[in-house]
């Protein structure tokens, strides 16, 4: 409407008249509204005169920003000034010759300020904050080798300072955790190697498993839950726990299994933990063990042959048979020297496995479960269950045998194992 009212001059002396008025956002949209409807020349110079005005200002403010101090800020104005001048490319502005040099100034200040203030932090144990910082460093220069320094100093000295205290009110398990950081960073910072070292000296202990024997249980099994423990116990790969195993223990514990009353006193549980060179033990019995065998179930169950009453009527054959498995295991941890029970539990394990599967002579893959009165007639009470079809497909595809023994006991094994570990784990005397 503005163009079919007005010529291109009139337009051009009003876009100048914004001009004049200091009024550049106006000015610069009239040139660029003359300049796409006539090209006129003159019209892409005052868009040009404007831009470059434009951006001087805002590399202009961004030096000011700089010079008050005021970095963050600054350099988000170089940026927005660099952005200016990329999207009006095509007017072909000039960029200030020493702008991108005054940009690298004003990063590199705030660097090594931002450092300072850093280190500043550090040093007065300010370490979240000093990580502000750091984080802050790490996307203005990525390769600084002073910045990495520093965040290692401010993942170091907390864990250093940690590492002291728990080491002075004898805390030897934590602090060695703490000193054991600081030697991942920088093994040769300060001590902190020779305090972990002294840490782990005082904290280590060393521990036997004796297994006590139950009369009514097998002794392979006993067997196996021992050899299962062990390797749990090992594979925890705990510093603090040092698992001896001798001959002699072997030995002296197959005697008294081999006694005829097999069974333990404290006293020579604890006798076979200083036969094995161990302050403490953890001891084991299988208290009950008692596999369970459900006799297989057949009954006889109807269908049809599709999915409506006046499909084929037939019986197909359901089949029902179950397992499982009840133990109970209980453990023990004793100092060897005093006699003192530190933890005792008893842990229970009950697994069950029933398996339902079906049979048919023929397709299975056709028949709907349901009911029916008469096989060779119909009848009000004839019905078809179209939701139990799903579950009746996975009976005629699914297993046909619970789990095994073997499998149980591989399960109860497992179970009782990891809880025992866990308690060896948290064991902290």
Same mark, same amino acid.
């Given at each position: 409407m503005l163009s079919s009212c007005q010529g291109p001059k009139s337009l051009m002396k009003e876009a100048k008249v914004f001009e004049e008025a200091g009024l550049k956002e106006k000015a610069f949209e009239s040139y660029e509204s003359i300049y796409d409807n006539y090209k006129k020349a003159e019209a892409l110079v005052g868009m040009k005169r404007i831009a470059q005005k434009n951006l001087d200002e805002k590399f202009q403010k961004a030096q000011q920003t700089c010079a008050f101090g005021q970095h963050e800020t600054a350099l988000k104005e170089y940026a927005e000034a660099f952005d200016y001048a990329n999207r009006y490319r095509s007017l072909e502005l000039k960029v200030p010759a020493?702008? *991108?040099?005054?940009?690298?100034?004003? +990063?590199?200040?705030?660097?090594?300020?931002?450092?300072?203030?850093?280190?500043?932090?550090? !040093?007065?144990?300010?370490?979240?904050?000093?990580?502000?910082?750091?984080?802050?460093? %790490?996307?203005?220069?990525?390769?600084?080798?002073?910045?990495?320094?520093?965040?290692?100093?401010?993942?170091?000295?907390?864990?250093? +300072?940690? #590492?002291? !205290?728990?080491?002075?009110? #004898?805390?030897?398990?934590? #602090?060695? *955790?703490?000193?054991?950081?600081?030697? !991942?960073?920088? @093994? %040769?910072?300060?001590? @902190?190697? @020779?305090?972990?070292?002294?840490?782990?000296? !005082?904290? +280590?202990?060393t521990m036997a498993y004796v297994p006590v024997h139950n009369k009514q249980a097998e002794k392979a099994i006993e067997r196996s839950v021992s050899a299962t423990i062990k390797q749990k116990i090992l594979q925890l790969k705990s510093p603090f726990i040092a698992l001896v195993e001798r001959e002699a223990l072997d030995q002296m514990i197959q005697e008294q299994m081999n006694n005829m009353s097999a069974v333990f006193d404290q006293s020579t549980v604890i006798e076979a933990g200083k036969l094995a060179g161990a302050r403490y033990i953890i001891t084991g019995e299988l208290i009950s063990y008692e596999p369970m065998n459900s006799p297989q179930r057949n009954i006889e169950r109807k269908g049809f042959l599709g999915s409506t009453e006046a499909a084929k009527k037939i019986k197909y054959v359901e089949h029902r048979v179950g397992r499982g498995l009840d133990a109970s295991f209980r453990y023990q941890i004793l100092d060897a020297e005093t006699g003192k029970i530190f933890a005792s539990e008893i842990i229970s394990f009950s697994e069950r496995d029933q398996v339902i599967w079906a049979e048919y002579e023929g397709d299975y893959e056709s028949i709907y479960p349901g009911e029916w009165k008469w096989q060779l007639m119909s009848s009000k009470d004839d019905y078809i269950n179209k939701e139990g079809r799903e579950e009746l497909m996975k009976q005629f595809a699914g297993r046909k045998s619970p789990m095994t023994e073997m499998e149980f006991r591989m399960k109860m094994m497992e179970s009782i194992s990891n809880k025992v570990a866990d308690a060896v784990k948290n064991f902290n005397p």
């Open positions: 020493s702008a *991108e040099m005054q940009k690298e100034s004003c +990063r590199q200040s705030y660097i090594n300020l931002l450092i300072d203030e850093a280190t500043a932090a550090i !040093k007065d144990e300010r370490y979240s904050y000093a990580q502000e910082l750091i984080q802050k460093l %790490g996307y203005l220069d990525r390769n600084n080798k002073k910045v990495e320094y520093l965040d290692i100093l401010s993942r170091i000295f907390p864990n250093y +300072r940690s #590492g002291q !205290k728990a080491l002075e009110l #004898g805390l030897y398990r934590q #602090g060695y *955790e703490f000193f054991n950081e600081v030697t !991942k960073l920088d @093994a %040769g910072f300060e001590d @902190a190697l @020779a305090l972990r070292d002294l840490c782990l000296e !005082k904290s +280590r202990f």
